[in-house]
Every structure is written in C-alpha cells, then in structure tokens.
C-alpha cells in the first residue's frame, strides 16, 4: 500500500492553504477531492473542458480560486482528482474511490478539510423541484454556467444571499422577491465593518447591495417562505412576515409566482470524517453546531490528524485559507520540516490574517443565528427525511416515545437518518425538534454516529476492498 | 450550438464550453458539452424532475454538491448517480428514477 508524508482531503480553500504550505517545506503532499476540480464550494472553478474568455470579467472570488489552484498546479503538490475518501480505517488507512475502483492510502499526517454544507431548512413543499440551496444555484451559474430557473426567489438569513441574487441578475435571471429572516438587513453589518477597518469586505457587500437596488429588485427583511407550492416542480412561494423571534404575523401571507427557490440559511461542518476517527466534538452554536476541536496549531484530539477550515467551527473562506496554511506547517513541522525562519515568518503572518478573518467571522455568524421559531413551519406532513420520506408527525410521534431522545433512537423507530445521505439534510432538523419537544438543550443531542462509506460509492468499490 | 437561441438556459457571455457531446435522457437526446455535470446538462434543456420518490412526489437538484443524494439518476453501464456531481462523457444514457 502507498504510504505518503502528508495528506490532505478536501481542494477548498483550506485543503489549498494546507497543501501549498507543506509541499513548500519541501514535505511530500497528496491533495484528494472527489470533484474533478480543485477549488470547492467556495472558489467554484469552472470544468477543465471550459475556458473563461476574460478572467478581469469574474468575481474577485472567482479570480483569487483561479491563481490559487494554479500556485498548487504549479507546486510539487500532487491532486488526485474525482476522488472520494469514502472511509478512514481504525488503522488510519484512507479508503479511496476513484474511477469505480478503490484503492488505499496512507499519510503519516493526515489534514482534514472536508468543509460545510448549507443548513436545511424545512416547510411544506421544500421537497419539491426548484426548491435548492443557494450554494447549488451559485454551482449552476459559477462553475457550470447555466442558469438555475428563470424567476428566482431567494430567502435565508445574512449577507449570503446578496451575492446569490447578484450573480442571478448578471447572469440573466429575474429576481423575483428576497427575504431575509432577520429583522435587520446585511446591510446593519456597514458600520461594524467600517470600525474594524474590513474594506474589502465592506465594499463587497455595498457593490452587491448597490446592483440589487438599481435593479430595482424588492428585498423584504424579516420574512421568510412559508410554503412551496407546485405539483410537478416549484410554480410559486408563499411568503410571510415573522416578528422578531421569526414567529409568522397571522395573515401577512402572499403568493409569488416563481420556478426557483434558492435557501442560504447559513452553514454546519461537515464532521462526518472526523467522527469517523472519533476525533473530539464540541458544541458551538455560533460556529454551526457540533464543530471538530483542535487547538492553535489545528491539531485534533486524534495523533497525527489536522483539520482545518469550516469542519473546526464555520468561520468563512479566509479562515479556511489561513487555518490550512498553519495546518499544513504544522503537519510538516511534526515530520522534521518546516523549521527554517522563512517558515516560522510564514506562519506568524497567517497568524495574523487569522485573527483579522476571525473578527469578521464572529460579526457574520453573529447575523446568521437560527431562531427556533423556524422550526413552527413544518407541519404534520411535511417530509423531515428526504431520503426515507419520513413525515414530521412520525417523528413527532417517535420523540420521546420509549426514551428516545436521540438521533439514532428516532432513526431506528421511523427510518429517518437511515438513507444515504445519511442524515446530512434532516440530522440537524430532528435535533432540533427533540430539543423543541423535551426542552433539552441542543448541546445534549449528539451527531448520530457516522459509518463508512460516508457519500455513496459504487457497490464494486466495496467488493473491491473486500477482496483486498 | 444553441448559442442564438434566447431562451436558452445555458450562460455563454464570458465562458467557452467543451466540444458537444451526446447524450440522452429517458431515450431523448439533449445537448450537452465535455465538462459539464449529468445535472447541469439535463437542467439546461429544461429537466428538473429527476427522480419520484418511494411514497412521495417528484425530487430534484437540492444541495448541488453531492450530499443529498435527490438528483440521483440511473446511467447505463454505470448504475446509480449523482447527477450533481457526474461529468458528462458522449455516448451517456441516463434514466431519471
């Protein structure tokens, strides 16, 4: 079996971050992402088979993923492409899937940068086509440029959703209506930023803003979609007004026509590798949840396994880089490298930036707490589990039902978990209700245990490995 | 090409795609191009419904990053896909579910 220095999973800013930092102390690296690009849901580069006429066109996002990748292109980093670490053995061995095969690795570190996933937010209809996430609807425009829908609603909570409904119109699309859940618009966020000096995201922030007023599009704060209405996809949204805990205002309720839905509710790590190897999870509200702990250096409660970025607490992309930057040091530092004083100034200065990135972290988290009145939308029949189909009045029912307060209790009774997501869209739904329903604090509801193969593989993968 | 035709769903202002290849779906041929996702091409030409879920209505591209699994579509020779996240290749004959 291959036995590499370091290696690093997931080609986001962090994995990127980690990646340059190590191969430049001369460390041996293996970059893994099961996308055939590197970049990740951040910097969402375009397919290798198309080419951008005019890079000075794109996003300041889009350029900065660009001359990062190719600064990892160019290094001794080596990228294994649409390569999925489907399972992390007790041993420590990676179980990869790559082109129908599976094939196994070894590091003697290991950096774990596997990301966020948006937070699914339920109401009846949700499940119907056009309904998406808005990091789907960005995937569509940026990376596969090609429109998600025509008459485009957006909804969620924080700035997010300025730069969805942006890249919508400078692409083409209508704006129908965009509601934000918070009483106050992003927009409140200006002078905080301005007291701390963040300009470049300040004017990010007004740029969009700008746009979307000359657009004339309508932006309504403190409201939220309510139902998603349609029979064999999305045809219109019904939206109301919430009060300041997001209670829905009894008859504020209005229809819009529209074929798209896009949901920016904010973000949850993706732990589910780090669960795997039983690293040590903390509960933070602000950073998403159940986040990975590490200490300064990124280390995990786990020998030899580093994280960074988003799967340690949701702190957006510049903490991602930076985090992956003294990562992939420190990783490279524990095997005998990374001691010169080029190294040590290379991490100081990431250090730096890091406290900088993490202000405005704290100030955008801080405008994208959930409030638990979200949660009155769901109705008996509305579908909590996609995967299983699993109504909300069955799980209702199951909470608390023979003790069960847990994930996997209402998973073993109603099914709900038991599909191959795996519970990544209905996990943080259900944890919150049974929160809800016993009063017990969401701190005391644990992620459900995560099993291998974490994202679905093609069965010969499994045989494969069997027989290995 | 389908580049003149104004309803197109597909952003050609800043951006050249891969060369055209073919594929179908449900026995349909659709345009698609080297490089894009099984779900962007089959969205484009106006699919969105890719699957009907066991005891419930119609499912489709939700988190677009290959974690919920509802745009999952059957691909001959290669069985079940994200469709979200599988590239394209000529000669592909996807089913929705």
Not at chain 1, 87 to 114: M, N, Q, V
């Amino acid at each position: 079996m291959r036995e590499v220095e370091i290696a690093i999973v997931g080609g986001g800013p962090a994995g990127l971050g980690a990646a340059l930092e190590a191969a430049q102390t001369g460390a041996q690296v293996v970059l893994l992402d099961e996308y055939p690009t590197l970049g990740g849901q951040f910097y969402k580069q375009v397919p290798e088979a198309f080419a951008v006429r005019n890079l000075k066109a794109e996003s300041d996002q889009f350029v900065e993923g660009v001359e990062l990748v190719e600064r990892v292109k160019n290094s001794s980093v080596e990228f294994l492409p649409n390569t999925l670490v489907w399972s992390i053995f007790p041993d420590g061995t990676l179980g990869l899937s790559r082109e129908e095969r599976t094939e196994e690795l070894r590091a003697k570190k290991l950096i774990l940068a596997p990301g966020a996933q948006e937070v699914p937010v339920a109401f009846p209809g949700w499940t119907l086509p056009g309904v998406m996430m808005g990091g789907a609807a960005q995937s569509l425009l940026v990376t596969q440029r090609v429109l998600p829908g025509r008459r485009v609603v957006l909804a969620g909570v924080g700035p997010l959703q300025l730069k969805v409904a942006s890249q919508l119109l400078d692409a083409g699309a209508a704006v129908v209506d965009m509601l934000e859940a918070s009483s106050k618009p992003p927009v409140s966020m200006e002078n905080a930023l301005r007291s701390l000096g963040h300009w470049g995201k300040m004017r990010e922030g007004m740029t969009y803003w700008m746009k979307l007023k000359k657009a004339r599009v309508s932006y309504h704060h403190s409201h939220v979609p309510v139902r998603a209405l349609g029979t064999e996809q999305l045809e219109a949204v019904v939206v109301a007004q919430v009060d300041e805990e997001w209670r829905v205002i009894p008859g504020s309720e209005r229809t819009l026509e529209a074929d798209t839905l896009c949901l920016s509710y904010g973000f949850l790590p993706a732990t589910q590798l780090t669960r795997l190897v039983d690293c040590r999870l903390d509960f933070n509200e602000r950073a998403g949840g159940w986040v990975t702990w590490h200490d300064a250096d990124q280390r995990t409660s786990v020998e030899g396994v580093y994280v960074a970025g988003e799967v340690g607490g949701i702190g957006g992309s510049e903490v991602a880089l930076e985090e992956g930057r003294i990562a992939g040091l420190a990783a490279a530092r524990a095997l005998g490298k990374a001691e010169t004083s080029a190294s040590r100034k290379q991490e100081a200065e990431a250090r730096k930036r890091l406290t900088r990135a993490r202000e405005f972290a704290e100030l955008a988290s801080g405008m994208m707490q959930l409030k638990p009145a979200l949660l009155d939308l769901i109705t008996d029949d509305t579908i909590l589990c996609r995967c299983e189909s699993v109504p909300a009045t069955q799980i209702m029912q199951a909470i608390g039902a023979e003790g069960d307060c847990t994930l996997r209790g209402i998973k073993v009774q109603t099914r709900a978990g038991m599909g191959s997501c795996q519970g990544r869209m209905c996990g943080h739904l259900i944890s919150r209700l049974i929160a809800k329903k016993t009063g017990m604090p969401l701190e005391s509801i644990r992620p459900d245990t995560a099993r291998p193969p974490i994202k679905p593989v093609p069965l010969r993968v499994l045989v494969d490995h069997l027989e290995t | 090409m389908e580049s003149g035709n104004e309803r197109s769903l597909r952003i050609d202002s800043n951006v050249e795609r891969g060369r055209a290849v073919r594929i179908t779906v449900d026995g349909e041929a659709i345009p698609a191009y080297e490089g894009e996702s099984v779900a962007a091409a089959m969205l484009a030409s106006g699919r969105r419904v890719f699957r009907h879920a066991e005891h419930d209505g119609p499912r489709g591209v939700f988190c677009g990053m290959g974690i919920c699994n509802e745009c999952m579509v059957t691909v001959a020779d290669l069985g079940h896909v994200r469709a979200c996240i599988a590239t394209v290749r000529d000669g592909m004959r996807v089913s929705t579910q």
